[in-house]
């Protein structure tokens, strides 16, 4: 006679379809040894990835666990049955309830029209006012979801951002007024939202989130949602965001078209499922370089905004493994099923990024963007002046898009935009001076060091672009 | 990634289904929780018979369940003894969606076995999904086809 080990029917297909396996062994580890042996398959379901057994695996010998005689050194003889038992939880939510909040006179004739709604009332209006919300950047996508986040009673919101208000912000970033342009984002958007509902405490961070600040920042916030616009970020946010449990609230914006999606890693897939890797650098535009319609955040950011009060509250079909995208042409909404990838490095069954990385390296952004052409190849707005009015003979060509051009130019420019360069450069000659200028200088820098390995040497950048003409030369050319 | 074709399916009775809504209603606002008892070929979970658990928590009960491992060598021994096995295990979210939460994640067991959960409003049981875990890191929703004959 030996011993029998029971096969949980979860786990018989690795244990070639046995409901029991007889073995023998002095020991409760020597037979599990041998199990394992026998059906080395078994191992990954019994053990995890640090040898211990799974939490919720027990081992019992006949009607005792041996937690309480000996554990594994517990001896077994003949006619002994071993059992592998699991045990099991589980529940309806993550967020624990908020107790101990109170709503006062006040705060009740205020959130009235939840309260009587059943699926928030007052049980719900306590869970917004318990939550803890962190928005990474007060811009396009920050504006309306801080502004309605603070309307509908989330306690207490972070927001991290260094930027300052100008005026091609106040186009979208309706959070910023016209009397705020030169003042930090941070203070214009904790006015507005002390305007709006003096019960939000808000916290202020002043910093670009970084692999050294964000695991400290999230910590204290039960939700962050990503208002960036960079790459870097948004793995930064991803990957900070799965290292720690929480869930990201996602939006992304760009010309007329907009996309959002809840990553939760405990529930779904997160951003890295979605793109384990960063397009090239500079493939990508950014709202800055290719534009965006100034409304278009306003239905994304709200988007966000309805899935973090979701979340809160508990209710609904999140957007957890669903990307929603919106197109304001042709004003229709779809949505694409997202998938856990068992391969993911960051949520995968065997995670290769285990703490933050450098996000700037992983994505290919070398600190300064603009191309550094050699000094050689570059030229100042002042010295282009110089040139013209001495009437030199030279090309001064122009590689913005028509739309740009149309806005302001450089008296005598040719207009090639960036895209089109290889396809006319024949009809440029490698004998000419060649000065190319854009709108900041870095896209005039990336055709200048394409041209310097086309054969063109006589090619020169102009330094800081058409907005440098308009500071140091012309400022009647307005600037975009 | 995308979402691909997934063949994972439990297959039960109309009765089944019952018992597992009036089970939730019972024990509302508390959470229910039982095994599924069944076969397994391939994968599909054949479910032949609900058995009902006691939610061992003590405190957190409307939005936690426990089911301790006596339990489940009772309900084990009890499918041995039938002819069955412990293919996976039900509970409710009293109002919450069918849907598993992290924590679920967090406490559930092996890949393969099927998780029903059933939302009841109110008091009144409404959807009710089953998942399962194709590995450890993430349930993914389940195909329930129901056959009466």
């Excluded at chain 1, 707005?381 to 001495?390: A, G, H, N, Y």
Aim: glycine share 8%; aromatic share 8%.
């Amino acid at each position: 006679m030996a011993i029998a080990i029971l096969i949980p029917t979860a786990l018989r297909s690795y244990a070639g379809g046995k409901e029991s396996v007889e073995i023998s062994g002095p020991t409760v580890g020597a037979a599990l040894l041998s199990l394992l042996d026998a059906h080395p398959e078994l191992r990954k379901h019994l053990y995890n990835d640090e040898g211990k057994l799974r939490h919720f695996v027990n081992i019992y010998v006949n009607d005792e666990d041996i937690r309480y005689s000996g554990e594994t050194e517990t001896s077994i003889k003949d006619g002994d049955t071993i059992s592998i038992v699991p045990s099991i939880a589980g529940g309806s939510t993550a967020v624990e309830d908020a107790q101990g909040v109170e709503l006062d006179r006040d705060e009740i004739l205020r959130y009235s029209r939840h309260l009587i709604m059943p699926e928030v009332a007052l049980e719900g209006q306590k869970k917004l006012k318990a939550a803890r919300v962190l928005c990474i950047g007060a811009g396009g996508l920050g504006s309306p979801l801080a502004m309605y986040l603070a309307a509908a009673g989330v306690g207490r919101m972070g927001i991290v951002d260094f930027d300052v208000v100008d005026f091609t912000n106040l186009q979208r970033q309706i959070i910023h007024s016209t009397a705020n342009v030169g003042r930090l984002k941070l203070d214009s958007a904790k006015e507005r939202i002390a305007e709006i509902n003096p019960y939000v405490q808000v916290d202020t961070f002043e910093a670009a989130l970084s692999s050294e600040n964000a695991l400290e920042l999230f910590a204290d916030y039960d939700i962050i949602v990503d208002g960036t616009d960079n790459f870097p970020t948004r793995y930064l946010v991803n990957d900070a965001c799965v290292l720690m449990g929480k869930p990201n609230v996602y939006g992304s914006i760009f010309r007329f078209e907009g996309q959002a999606t809840v990553f939760y890693a405990k529930e779904g897939p997160c951003y890295r499922c979605l793109y384990p890797e960063p397009p090239p650098p500079g493939l990508v535009p950014s709202c800055a370089e290719g534009g965006v319609l100034g409304v278009l955040p306003g239905v994304i950011g709200v988007i966000q905004a309805i899935e973090t009060v979701k979340l809160i509250l508990g209710k609904g079909d999140s957007l957890i493994g669903r990307l929603l995208l919106f197109d304001a042409m042709k004003m229709k909404f779809r949505e694409l099923k997202l998938r856990k990838n068992p391969d993911c490095p960051v949520c995968g069954l065997n995670p290769t990024v285990t703490k933050l990385i450098d996000y700037q390296q992983f994505c290919g952004v070398t600190p300064h963007e603009e191309v550094s052409v050699g000094s050689e190849f570059e030229i100042t707005p002042v010295e282009l002046k110089t040139k013209i009015d001495r009437g030199d003979d030279f090309v001064l060509m122009d590689v913005r898009q028509p739309e740009e051009y149309a806005i302001c130019r450089i008296p005598g420019s040719r207009l090639i935009p960036q895209a089109t360069v290889p396809e006319r450069l024949h009809e440029l000659s490698s004998a000419d001076e060649i000065v190319v200028h854009c709108r900041s200088g870095v896209r005039s820098g990336q055709v200048v060091e394409f041209m310097k390995q086309a054969g063109f040497r006589k090619v020169r950048n102009l330094v800081g672009g058409i907005l440098r003409w308009s500071d140091d030369v012309d400022p009647t050319v307005p600037k975009y | 990634m995308i979402q691909g074709a997934n063949n994972l399916a439990i297959k039960l009775k109309t009765e089944h289904l019952a018992q597992i809504k009036q089970h939730g209603e019972q024990t509302y606002p508390h959470e229910c929780c039982g095994f599924l008892l069944g076969e397994r070929e391939g994968s599909t979970n054949y479910l032949r018979e609900v058995y009902g658990a006691e939610n061992e928590r003590q405190d957190s009960r409307h939005n936690r369940y426990l089911i301790t491992p006596e339990q489940s060598k009772r309900a084990d021994s009890y499918a041995r003894s039938r002819g069955l096995g412990v293919i996976g295990y039900y509970h409710s979210h009293p109002d919450h969606p069918a849907a598993p939460s992290g924590y679920d994640l967090d406490h559930s067991c092996w890949p393969g076995e099927s998780y029903i959960i059933v939302a009841i409003e109110k008091g009144k049981a409404a959807a009710l999904n089953s998942f399962t875990k194709p590995d450890y890191t993430q349930f993914e929703q389940e195909e329930i086809l129901v056959e009466d004959s």
